[in-house]
């Protein structure tokens, strides 16, 4: 069973040591943004990888334990590229982004028709 970046990827988010990168990134992880369905960016997982990348090259100046952090984050970064974490899309998915794009202001009536229709969920 795929992991969810918004439940287990914070859980391992939290075991590196306390720092304002570690909030960043535990931020983004709740808010969906590296979720493949509920990012707004086109895609969650290469968010996450750009952003761990970013995290890696400034570990030394914001960790306690720097080589602890970045084992954990290069094993966080392995399970993405791995699939780990390729959520499988849901109802409560559908409902959000469908949501989300009836609301957006700046798509046309007709893309977001077609996006919803696109995005119903279907069992």
Not at 46 to 51: A, R, T
Not at 66 to 92: F, H, Q, R
Not at 99 to 110: C, F, G, L, V
């Amino acid at each position: 069973m795929s992991k969810n970046t918004m439940v287990e990827l914070v859980t391992e988010l939290e075991k590196l040591s306390p720092s304002f990168l570690k909030d960043k990134l535990i931020e983004k992880a709740k808010d969906g943004s590296f979720h493949d369905y509920r990012s707004k960016s086109a895609c969650g997982k290469m968010y996450f990888i750009k952003c761990a990348q970013w995290f890696n090259s400034e570990i030394s100046k914001v960790s306690h334990e720097p080589a602890k952090d970045l084992e954990l984050m290069i094993k966080m970064d392995s399970d993405i590229k791995n699939g780990d974490y390729d959520e499988v899309y849901t109802e409560e998915d559908s409902r959000i982004v469908i949501a989300e794009a009836k609301a957006d202001p700046n798509m046309s009536e007709k893309d977001k028709d077609f996006f919803i229709k696109g995005m119903a969920w279907k069992k």
